[in-house]
C-alpha cells in the first residue's frame, strides 16, 4: 500500500494554463515537502508545509496543507514550459527524524 | 543551499563488474546520507541509510551483500554495486541531512545512471 498518493499521474497542459496536483494519504504527518525533479537530475526541495490549513506562495505555485495534515496540494498559475518536471510529495515516517518517504510523482509537461 | 555531488553522473559497466559511486556533501558535514533507486517513470525508493562510522541500514528487500556501502568520512558515502545485473540499470540518487538546531533538510545529489550491459 502507497502511504502517498498523488494524482494526476500525468498531466500535459498549454502554457498559460492553471492546474492543480494532489497528494493524499490516510494518515496525520507533522509536515510535509513537495520536490520537482528534471529528468537526469535529484530532486530539489520546493517547500515544507507544518500546519494544518497552511498555504504557502512560491512566485506562481501556491502549496497547502490539509487541515488535518493528511493531504495537501499544489497550484500552479499561468504554467510555463520551465514548469516542465515531476512532482513529488514526501513526508517523514516515523517522526521528525524518521525516513523521508515520496509519493509517485505528478508527471507535468507544459507546452508552449 | 547546501550542495551534494554525485560521481560518477553515469556509468555503463559490463554484466558481473562492480561499480562504485561517491557521494559527497561540499560544504557542510552529513552523520547522515541515504540512498534512493529510482526506475524510469516511478518514485524514488530508499534503498538504505548511510551512518558515519557505523553500518549502514538497509530497507526490506534490499541486499546488504550486493549494495555495499561505506560512509568513512563526515562527507562522503560511497554505494559499491557488486556483481552488477541488467536489472540493476537504475538511477542511484543520494542525499544528505543538514542539521541545524531541531530543523533537519535533506538536499539531494544530481544522480548516478547506472546501465548494465
Known amino acids: 500500500t502507497q502511504l502517498l498518493e498523488q494524482s494526476p499521474q500525468f498531466l500535459s497542459i498549454q502554457e498559460g494554463e492553471n492546474l492543480t496536483v494532489y497528494c493524499n494519504s490516510s494518515s496525520v504527518f507533522s509536515s510535509l515537502q513537495w520536490y520537482r525533479q528534471e529528468p537526469g537530475e535529484g530532486p530539489v526541495l520546493l517547500v515544507t508545509v507544518v500546519t494544518g490549513g497552511e498555504v504557502k506562495k512560491l512566485k506562481r505555485l501556491t502549496f497547502q496543507f490539509g487541515d488535518a495534515r493528511k493531504d495537501s496540494s499544489l497550484h500552479i498559475t499561468a504554467a510555463q514550459p520551465g514548469d516542465t518536471g515531476l512532482y513529488l510529495c514526501?513526508?517523514?515516517?516515523?517522526?521528525?527524524?524518521?525516513?523521508?518517504?515520496f509519493g509517485k510523482g505528478t508527471k507535468l509537461s507544459v507546452k508552449p | 543551499g547546501a550542495v551534494v555531488s554525485q560521481h560518477p553522473s553515469w556509468v555503463i559497466c559490463k554484466s558481473g563488474t562492480s561499480v562504485k559511486i561517491e557521494c559527497r556533501s561540499l560544504d557542510f558535514q552529513a552523520t547522515t546520507m541515504f540512498w534512493y533507486r529510482q526506475f524510469p517513470k516511478q518514485s524514488l525508493m530508499l534503498m538504505a541509510t548511510?551512518?558515519?562510522?557505523?553500518?549502514?541500514?538497509?530497507e526490506q528487500g534490499v541486499e546488504k551483500d550486493k549494495f555495499l556501502i561505506n560512509h568513512a568520512s563526515l562527507t562522503l558515502s560511497t554505494l559499491t554495486v557488486t556483481s552488477a545485473h541488467p536489472e540493476d540499470s537504475s538511477f542511484y540518487i543520494c542525499s544528505a541531512t543538514l542539521h541545524a538546531g531541531s530543523y533537519n533538510e535533506q538536499f539531494f545529489g544530481p544522480g548516478t545512471r547506472l546501465t548494465v550491459l
Open positions: 514526501a513526508v517523514r515516517y516515523g517522526g521528525s527524524q524518521g525516513n523521508l518517504i
Open positions: 548511510s551512518n558515519e562510522g557505523s553500518k549502514a541500514t538497509y
